[in-house]
């Protein structure tokens, strides 16, 4: 198994352009969500979906989108990007929202 | 809205020494989780905490869950340098999320 797996490592984008971080896992889990980190502080989530076809809002989601067309992948979208979306995005797949979280590598963004 | 204190959140040790880190969270949580992250890497679960009293070990690490006090426990045991690293506690929130703490940067040092 590879896990959750995240494309690409790193990113560098100017403000108002758009991408798609990519995450994939292998492991059939229902459960999935994706969060930033930023310096000198815990993982705030954005998005999360407990199955394919439903997503829904986390703490931060302003500024992202989210779909969840199959069970493997779950996509974010940043829209127009923005210096306050500078920040290393993680992804996390469990087997149920109760089970514990497993992390993918992380995408370090910048955005100039 | 839960909220999670960590305590400390720099913490300098000698090899061969023993400390506690604490995790304490404001709300009723049905699960606690704690990870390691080491730097510029992603992040490793540690131990899962499902119980009040739950105890869990690996190696000279100890994980402890009080859900009445709202309160869990990282002990070390004469730590190593391998286990320099940022420690995180987060406590399982409503969304089937986890709501982290700021996290424990420790540095173990001979």
């Known amino acids: 198994n590879a896990g959750v797996t995240q494309t690409p490592k790193f990113q560098v984008l100017k403000t108002g352009q758009s991408m798609t971080l990519q995450c994939a896992q292998d492991?059939?889990?229902?459960?999935m969500s994706w969060y930033r980190q930023d310096p000198g502080m815990g993982l705030r989530l954005i998005h999360y979906?407990?199955?394919?076809?439903?997503?829904d809002q986390g703490e931060v989601p302003n500024g992202y989108n989210v779909s969840r067309s199959t069970t493997e992948d779950f996509p974010l979208r940043l829209l127009s990007a923005a210096p306050s979306q500078t920040s290393v995005y993680f992804c996390?797949?469990?087997?149920?929202?109760?089970?514990?979280?497993?992390f993918g590598p992380g995408t370090r963004l910048t955005v100039t | 809205e839960l909220k999670v204190e960590q305590n400390p959140l720099f913490l300098s040790m000698q090899e061969g020494k023993n400390y506690t880190i604490y995790c304490n969270y404001s709300t009723t949580s049905d699960r606690l989780y704690w990870y390691r992250q080491d730097p510029g890497k992603s992040l490793e679960s540690l131990f899962v905490?499902?119980?009040?009293?739950a105890v869990k070990q690996e190696g000279r690490l100890m994980a402890s869950l009080d859900t009445k006090a709202r309160l869990s426990t990282l002990h070390i045991t004469a730590a190593v340098h391998d286990l320099s690293a940022t420690y995180f506690c987060a406590p399982g929130g409503s969304q089937g999320n986890l709501i982290f703490g700021k996290g424990t940067k420790l540095s173990v040092k001979p």
């Open positions: 492991m059939n889990h229902e459960y």
């Open positions: 905490l499902l119980s009040n009293g």
């Open positions: 996390a797949s469990s087997r149920t929202s109760l089970y514990e979280q497993y």
């Open positions: 979906s407990v199955g394919a076809g439903i997503t």
